[in-house]
């Protein structure tokens, strides 16, 4: 059934005329005849009553005007809705952000993403990044911004962000503040509190069990709210990325010997087409001017 057939039959049931009908639809009065009488056939029975210069509808056409109404307005529904879609206004984007990844590296690039692209309806689904990495191959999310310890698996494509340092967080008053920084030896003997998401977790403590340290493991919680506050108040140290959020009365100190970093980066599946707002998000991450790391500026400073 051609949607222009009923497009013309709701045209002559306005009209109440076959020739007023096919101006208002801008085809001739015989092609609009025959068009309508090729919906008659396929729906087995005359929907107009032609009586010289009057036109009434059949009982059949009284009943099925509705019925052809609602897939006519159905229709220019979804291709209002496609418009506004490729055209950014009322796009939905899921964007999945690794949950250790503080959240002022993103305060600027969200807020220049939305005065640039006002109509799309940006959420953030955070977590791990094994989750994230089911999450995107499920196509639960757009794309991924995180990190790993390891390489990324060859059903990704990845494009590094920025690289940040792994720093040691002590309340005020501990031993290490004196220190500009502290090598991982110096940890020997103290109590830990385990970063239980920490993307890096299994990485530090090998580090630490290869030069013999002994860490106390006395606290460990999924939360980086938590485990800061329990820093503060002297129940430990931890590793915590160099950009993370940091509390009032936390002492931090990048660790050396060796030095550890981590590098963010977007994540998207490889050969899979971005919607219009994943492109758009995409193309403002790529060209977004990530501040580097201290430690990273001094080092290129250095070079040059």
Known sequence: MDIHHIRYFLAVCETRNF?????????TQPALSRAIQQLEEEVGGLLFRRE?????????GALLRPRFQQILDE??????????FLCLE?????????CTIGPRRFTGLLADFNRR?????????????????????????DVAIMASSNSFPERFDVTPLYRERFVLAFPNGHRLAR?????????DGENYLRRLNCEYRDHLAGLCNDRGVKLRISYASEREDWIQNMVSGGLGICFIPEFSAVIPGL???????PEVWREVSLVVVAGRRFS????????????????????????????A
Do not use: Y
Not at 19 to 27: I, K, L, M
Not at 75 to 84: C, F, H, I, N, W
Not at 121 to 126: A, D, I, T, Y
Not at 180 to 187: G, P, T
């Open 19 to 27: 020739t007023r009908a096919g101006e208002r639809c801008n085809v």
């Open 52 to 60: 010289r210069n009057l036109t009434h509808l059949t009982d059949l």
């Open 75 to 84: 229709l220019t529904g979804v291709r209002q809705e496609a418009s506004r």
């Open 90 to 98: 009322n796009a939905n984007l899921k964007v999945g952000v690794m």
């Open 117 to 141: 692209q006002q109509g799309i309806q940006l959420q953030l689904v955070e977590g791990v990044p094994a989750s994230l990495s089911q999450l995107l191959e499920a196509g639960e999310i």
């Open 179 to 187: 220190n500009d920084n502290v090598a991982i030896s110096e940890l």
């Open 251 to 257: 002492q931090i100190r990048p660790v050396i010997d």
């Open 276 to 303: 219009p707002a994943a492109s758009a998000f995409v193309n403002s991450v790529k060209a977004h001017g990530w501040p580097e790391s201290a430690l990273a500026q001094a080092i290129r400073k250095t070079a």
